[in-house]
């Protein structure tokens, strides 16, 4: 099982530059989230999918839109890159319901400059 | 806001040493209690997690301990090891909500 697969792994943007980080999920999990990691910061939570069809803002979502496209993928795009938005974004999945946990993907490294 | 407090933000001790890392929260309604590790380069893992029904978590060398009247919660890893340097994240979540709450993170380095 892949599990989490983000695409890519590595990015560097210059402002303004638009992309979309993928995310898929083989493991039919309901429920879909992307993080950001920061130093010092912990892991922050930028839009979740509770389930196929819905999406909701999370702690950090300004400059960012997300699109859950089906059951399996959800992605993150960023309009109008900005050097704020440098930082290793994860996608996690999870089956919710009692004690399931997050399962994370491996990240996408994002400079901006 | 933050919702899970983390405590302390890196910690180095000695191989077959006692780290502790704290974790505290406010929402009562939470009732899931995961920690992650996390390696460089690498996205989180699930490591061990409780439930607020049961004072103690024991895993091989991994223990949660769990206090439920002072909303503290704290991972203790017995006889660490220099490959368990990483960086370790508690969380918090209810079932009927669907967010997961992360502590700031602690990096542990375990010195040979």
């Known amino acids: 099982n892949a599990g989490v697969t983000q695409t890519p792994k590595f990015q560097v943007l210059k402002t303004g530059q638009s992309m979309t980080l993928q995310c898929a999920q083989d493991?039919?999990?309901?429920?879909m989230y992307w993080y950001r990691q920061d130093p010092g910061m912990g892991l922050r939570l930028i839009y979740y999918?509770?389930?196929?069809?819905?999406?909701d803002k999370g702690e950090v979502p300004n400059g960012y839109n997300v699109s859950r496209l089906n059951k399996r993928e959800f992605s993150l795009r960023l309009e109008s890159a900005a050097p704020s938005q440098t930082s290793v974004y994860f996608c996690?999945?999870?089956?919710?319901?009692?004690?399931?946990?997050?399962?994370f993907g491996n990240g996408t490294r994002l400079t901006v400059t | 806001q933050q919702q899970v407090k983390q405590s302390p933000q890196s910690l180095i001790v000695q191989k077959g040493g006692i780290p502790i890392i704290n974790c505290a929260y406010e929402?009562?309604?939470?009732?899931?209690f995961p920690w992650y590790q996390q390696f460089p380069g690498k996205g989180p893992a699930l490591l061990i997690a409780?439930?607020?029904?049961?004072s103690e978590k024991k895993e091989g060398r991994f223990t949660i301990s769990f206090n439920k009247s002072a909303k503290q919660f704290s991972l203790h890893i017995m006889d660490s090891q220099p490959g368990d340097s990483a960086t370790y994240f508690c969380a918090a979540t209810s079932d009927t909500g669907n967010q997961f709450y992360f502590g700031t993170g602690t990096s542990l380095t375990v010195i040979p």
């Open positions: 929402n009562t309604a939470f009732d899931y």
């Open positions: 493991m039919n999990h309901n429920s």
């Open positions: 999918s509770a389930s196929e069809g819905t999406t």
């Open positions: 996690a999945s999870s089956a919710r319901g009692r004690g399931s946990p997050l399962h």
């Open positions: 409780i439930r607020p029904d049961v």
